[in-house]
């Protein structure tokens, strides 16, 4: 295959290689290119105390060490907050608190130029009742799920998870920790399926062929400590319906092992968890990754979560963004290259309408003009589409747009 990557030319119609082989020369190339990439193009991480992915194995030493540090940080701030009856937290609304990195990840400027706000005294209390039960959990060496810390904060946060869920975002970012390290497990979203095998620090093996409805991922209570594949690319889709889908038609296509391609979806928007396991994915195993979603407004959200990250989660960035995803489709200009009927699009809502107009100002999207096109022909045939009108015929999306999608490169 390498001497066949030195011969190609752009024609890519050339008869002297098969449909399988183009397809195989572009991913290989893409993922030359990615791997250049990621070389010249680090990635500061000052601010954190945890400085690694949520899922990676670090020395038993090292990790005593660092859950030491966090103990002492976090008794230091629960007494700050006792006796002062202030603190002061990361204004994550002005977004002079953020930059962009090269590649337009969203990422926390350094604590120095940090703009703060002092909490209100409801969430002050919040915070301290968070910093009590997880300065028990790291004593104890055990781990709680985000709805037991619900179910015993639920008075306190009012009755609202999002409160309980901003409050315990806001000091992993003060202390530059993940929320695994303050031994609070979210149940992760992602389910994958392809030629992959891991293995987690417990003993616990995970062989992602042998579940045929998708193999779900694991919290990070246990590191990953090993990963082995022989894939050639991974396809993120926004949907589990079109994950089974894919994986129901198979047997009749075998398009995931012809094409040594894994699966994954995190069931629309991707968790924390799903996304820190993509990172070591790229980590571990540096393969091209493309998005496919729905050609609306929420579709391109989702691939922008995954690519460029959210200001919520922007000091974990550098172990959650995934700059090296390209945006395979469902893309605008597909809906009419493709003659999709009126009757299987939609009509632009006005929310629809509004959320383009604000990616439009987005500035991770002012450099890339090939994905402001696409927008702009979202705007102008004012329809958007499911990835489901594609396959008119039940395995269009498999053997024929996909494939063609590989083999031309027709990504962005």
């Not at 990790?63 to 007494?79: A, K, M």
């Not at 962009?100 to 130029?113: A, D, P, Q, T």
């Not at 039960?133 to 781990?143: F, G, M, P, T």
Request: net charge neutral; hydrophobic share 35%; charged share 25%.
């Amino acid at each position: 295959m390498p001497q066949m990557m030195d011969s190609f030319t752009n024609d890519i119609d050339n008869l002297e290689y098969s449909f399988l082989e183009q397809s195989e020369i572009q991913v290989l190339r893409l993922k030359a290119e990615l791997q250049r990439e990621d070389e010249i193009d680090p990635e500061s991480d000052e601010h954190r105390l945890f400085r690694y992915n949520p899922f990676e194995d670090i020395e038993p030493a090292k990790r005593q060490e660092l859950d030491e540090t966090l103990n002492c940080l976090l008794r230091s701030i629960g007494s700050h907050m006792y006796n002062e009856h202030t603190l002061s937290i990361v204004d994550k609304r002005n977004p002079d608190n953020y930059y962009y990195s090269l590649r337009g990840v969203i990422r926390l400027k350094k604590k120095e130029s940090l703009i703060l706000s002092s909490c209100q005294p409801r969430k002050l209390s919040l915070l301290l009742h968070i910093v009590a039960k997880v300065l028990v959990l790291i004593e104890a060496d055990r781990y709680m799920s985000l709805r037991e810390l619900y179910y015993r904060s639920v008075e306190i946060c009012n009755r609202r998870p999002t409160r309980l869920s901003h409050s315990l975002d806001d000091l992993c970012c003060l202390l530059g920790c993940s929320r695994s390290h303050l031994r609070i497990l979210t149940q992760p979203k992602g389910i994958v399926y392809g030629d992959l095998k891991f293995s987690l620090k417990n003993g616990d093996r995970f062989d992602c062929l042998t579940n045929r409805e998708g193999t779900p991922i694991p919290t990070p209570q246990f590191p990953i400590v090993s990963i082995e594949s022989n894939a050639q690319s991974i396809l993120i889709l926004e949907k589990d319906s079109v994950l089974q889908r894919i994986l129901s038609q198979e047997s009749a296509t075998n398009f995931i092992d012809k094409y040594k391609v894994i699966i994954f979806t995190a069931r629309g928007y991707p968790d924390l968890n799903s996304r820190a396991f993509l990172n070591l994915l790229w980590l571990r195993l540096k393969l091209p990754m493309f998005a496919l979603t729905d050609a609306d407004p929420h579709g391109l959200e989702i691939v922008c979560c995954y690519k460029f990250g959210c200001f919520s989660s922007a000091s974990e960035s550098k172990y959650l963004a995934l700059p090296q995803i390209k945006w395979l489709g469902l893309l605008p200009s597909d809906v009419d290259a493709h003659h999709l009927p009126q009757s299987s699009t939609e009509k632009l809502s006005t929310h629809d309408i509004l959320k383009l107009k604000s990616l439009l100002k987005r500035p991770y999207l002012q450099s890339k003009p090939e994905w402001i096109y696409q927008i702009n022909i979202m705007c102008d045939l004012n329809r958007k589409a499911e990835l489901e009108s594609i396959d008119t015929n039940g395995e269009y999306l498999v053997r024929t747009y996909l494939p063609n999608k590989l083999r031309y490169a027709s990504w962005l």
